[in-house]
């Protein structure tokens, strides 16, 4: 089975632009997750979604931060305008339901690099 | 405030010897534990998970152990191999995570590595 798949798997960009971060969940599952990790923080949880509906962006850092699902099978993490203290790696879960008891599959993440 | 927190950033063990990877948590809400091991420039796979309404759980090799007293959790390798070389992260979930309500709170991490 094809697990979560993100792309690009890695981004560079000049501050001030755009990037948009991709995500196909397993099939079937119907919660998706964004986190990011740096290495001041570790992994932080941005924002979730069940049934392709935002339940917490809590997490997400600024305003220049949006996440979308369009469908069941496709979700973006955006950042305009991109800034130097963007650069991490972010990476997209999904899972079968929520709670701590369906664990998260997690893709091989975008490493951005924002110059 | 790092409500999950693996104090130790490295471990080195001997292939064959058993390797205790421990974690400390703060909030008493968290319900789920989980264990994910990480590769280099791969994303964390799920190992192993506890309910809080257990002590123990067992897979093959793989066993985690809650102290909820204390506040504490453990994964035991036994015996270790040199696959097992990777980072170790310990998260949690469950209501007032700061991660949401079914969101993650990871620890740092704990990078393993088995000696030949």
């Known amino acids: 089975d094809a697990g979560v798949i993100q792309s690009p798997r890695h981004e560079v960009t000049e501050m001030g632009q755009e990037v948009t971060l991709r995500c196909k969940p397993i099939?079937?599952?119907?919660?998706l997750f964004w986190y990011r990790q740096t290495m001041m923080r570790g992994l932080e949880l941005l924002i979730y979604f069940n049934n392709n509906v935002p339940i917490d962006d809590s997490g997400m850092p600024e305003d220049r931060f949006s996440a979308k699902m369009p469908n069941a099978s496709f979700s973006t993490l955006k950042i305009q305008p991109s800034e130097p203290r963007d650069s991490a790696v972010y990476f997209c879960?999904?899972?079968?339901?929520?709670?701590?008891?369906?664990?998260?599959?997690f893709g091989d993440g975008t490493r951005l690099s924002i110059l | 405030d790092q409500q999950v927190k693996q104090n130790s950033p490295s471990l080195s063990v001997q292939e064959g010897r058993i390797s205790i990877l421990n974690c400390d948590y703060t909030n008493s809400m968290f319900d789920y534990f989980l264990w994910y091991k990480k590769y280099p420039a791969e994303g964390p796979t799920f190992l192993i998970s506890i309910s809080s309404i257990k002590d123990k759980n067992e897979d093959g090799r793989f066993t985690v152990f809650l102290n909820k007293s204390a506040k504490h959790l453990s994964l035991h390798i036994v015996p270790s191999q040199p696959g097992d070389s990777a980072v170790y992260f310990c998260a949690a979930s469950g209501m007032y995570s700061g991660g949401g309500a079914d969101g993650l709170t990871f620890g740092k991490g704990t990078h393993l590595i088995i000696q030949p």
């Open positions: 879960a999904s899972s079968l339901g929520t709670g701590g008891n369906q664990p998260q599959h």
């Open positions: 099939s079937g599952h119907n919660s």
